[in-house]
Nanobody, 126 residues
Framework: QVHLVESGGALVQAGGALTLSCAPS????????VAWFRQVPGKEREFVAY????????YHADSVKGRFTIYSDNAKNTVFLLMKSLRPEDTATYYC???????????????????WGQGTQVTVSS
C-alpha cells in the first residue's frame, strides 16, 4: 500500500490552467500505475487520466483530451496533472489513485484502485 497526497487545487477562472500533484507520503510511485479521478457532490467518481508505472502509456478521458496531460517525474517521485483551458464543468474534487504494476486491469475503473489520496478541490469560475 502507498499513502497518496494530492495538492495544487485552487480557484481559477475559466480558460486558466492548474497543475495538480500526487506524491506518496512514503515509499515510491515508480512501481505503481497512477490515475486521476474527479467527483462532484451527488455524482459518481469519474476517470480523468492514467499513466503506466514506467510512463510509457497514458490515457485521458474524452472530456479532457487535448486540455489535460498526465505525466510523471521519477526524480520528484510525483505524478502531475496539467490542466489547461479549464471550464466550469471541470469543477470537482480531484483524487489520485494507485495500483501496483504487474496486473492487467481496466485502468478507468475506480474499483480497481485500492490506494487513494484525500483529494484536492478545483473550482473554475465562469
Amino acid at each position: 500500500q502507498v499513502h497518496l497526497v494530492e495538492s495544487g487545487g485552487a480557484l481559477v477562472q475559466a480558460g486558466g490552467a492548474l497543475t495538480l500533484s500526487c506524491a506518496p507520503s512514503g515509499g515510491s510511485l515508480t512501481t505503481y500505475n497512477v490515475a486521476w479521478f474527479r467527483q462532484v457532490p451527488g455524482k459518481e467518481r469519474e476517470f480523468v487520466a492514467y499513466i503506466r508505472w514506467d510512463g510509457v502509456s497514458t490515457y485521458h478521458a474524452d472530456s479532457v483530451k487535448g486540455r489535460f496531460t498526465i505525466y510523471s517525474d521519477n526524480a520528484k517521485n510525483t505524478v502531475f496533472l496539467l490542466m489547461k483551458s479549464l471550464r466550469p464543468e471541470d469543477t470537482a474534487t480531484y483524487y489520485c489513485a494507485a495500483k501496483p504494476r504487474g496486473t492487467t486491469y481496466e485502468y478507468s475503473d475506480r474499483d480497481e484502485y485500492g490506494d487513494w489520496g484525500q483529494g484536492t478541490q478545483v473550482t473554475v469560475s465562469s
